[in-house]
């Protein structure tokens, strides 16, 4: 778990970095087994979402943690990156309401950046 948090504190900084707005961490460690956290994010356009994209894959990169799977870079409107404990979610405003996951993941613990 303490890799996690360690993947998670980097994720935060790196969308954080880039102006990513409304950060939410989700410990959803006690409610599925796909992961420890989830991130989400969202950016103004599609160009903020790849740069989010971009900068916590670099920084999650040079920290050595391996991306195991990028999904909707194309687009623009969701990117999903798994880095195995930690997914990031990042989105565009629009389908961030759309999919609304912060409802979904209810279950799990919302985590301050200051106490994780």
Known sequence: MEKA???AHIAYNA?????GEDIKIIDISQ???LADYFII?????????RALV????DCLHKAGY????REGYGT????????????????D?????????ERIWRDGKDVNIETL
């Not at 994010?41 to 979402?49: F, I, R, Y």
């Not at 405003?93 to 996951?101: A, G, M, Q, S, T």
């Open 5 to 7: 948090k360690e993947m």
């Open 15 to 19: 969308l954080n970095e880039k102006k």
């Open 31 to 33: 409610v599925s087994v």
């Open 41 to 49: 994010a969202n950016g103004s356009s599609d160009n903020q979402v």
């Open 54 to 57: 971009d900068n916590v894959e």
């Open 66 to 69: 391996q991306l195991r799977q």
């Open 76 to 91: 623009g409107n969701w990117v999903l990156l798994d880095f195995g404990d930690v997914i990031v979610h990042i989105f």
């Open 93 to 101: 405003k629009e389908n961030r309401l759309f999919y609304d996951l």
